[in-house]
């Protein structure tokens, strides 16, 4: 099993909509958890961080079940501009501490 | 804002060169980081650095990778012999102190290894 799994994409949605990603990680020593957006031939953009009780910023919720090792990302009347690849991110709090990206799932608002 | 800046953007090379990639952290962050992400692939860990030493490491990064702080605002890796396969972006990233250690990345340093 992959140490960090997305929904593959592309996920291509109107204007308006709602769209969710999921993320599984296999690391059940896991401690923090982020969601982050890569434009084309960008760097990755912290998005927010996914918080044990789930956490929300302004259209984005982020939710996170440690028992199933799950995390997801909804996003609420989706924009033109939040086309992008978003990028689910693990690390371990261990003595070292060691980050997974997943690997991203595309995501284009169409008009 | 503060951000991460890296040098040169673009660093074309020939296989077998040594190169050395910069990086500028946000000043008062103390943990840092190289990617790489090769293209159409995904962000891959290379290397944590904290307390002036390597924290942790994957296992792309082999004898031929080192990291170093030469002064109190740098950051580099130099890539001792490159081949074909080192072609990739490298992120530079850092995080200030804390559990969640949120990242930041810099802009990337495209690497062509002809």
């Known amino acids: 099993r992959k140490e960090v799994e997305q929904d593959p994409g592309p996920f291509n949605v109107p204007e308006g909509a709602t769209v969710a990603f999921n993320c599984t990680y296999s690391?059940?020593?896991?401690?923090?958890f982020f969601w982050y957006r890569q434009d084309c031939r960008k760097e990755p953009k912290l998005l927010m961080s996914v918080y044990s009780s789930g956490n929300e910023d302004g259209r984005f919720t982020a939710q996170l079940n440690r028992a199933s090792q799950y995390i997801s990302l909804l996003i609420r009347d989706s924009k033109l501009s939040d086309s992008a690849t978003y990028l689910c991110v693990v690390k371990a709090k261990t003595s070292y501490d060691k980050v997974i990206f997943g690997p991203g799932t595309s995501l284009s608002v169409i008009p | 804002e503060p951000e991460v800046t890296q040098t040169p953007s673009h660093q074309v090379t020939q296989m077998g060169q040594e190169v050395i990639l910069r990086c500028v952290p946000i000043?008062?962050?103390?943990?840092f980081y190289w990617y790489r992400q090769i293209l159409g692939q995904k962000v891959e860990f290379l290397v944590s650095f904290y307390n002036n030493e390597i924290s942790e490491k994957s296992e792309i990064f082999d004898d031929q990778f080192s990291v170093e702080r030469p002064d109190g605002s740098n950051f580099t890796l130099k890539i001792r012999s490159t081949k074909l396969e080192d072609s990739a972006m490298y992120f530079c990233?850092?995080?200030?102190?804390?559990?969640?250690?949120?990242?930041?990345f810099g802009p990337g340093t495209r690497l062509t290894v002809l």
């Open positions: 000043s008062n962050h103390l943990y």
């Open positions: 990233a850092s995080g200030a102190s804390g559990s969640y250690n949120e990242q930041f």
């Open positions: 690391n059940s020593a896991s401690q923090s």
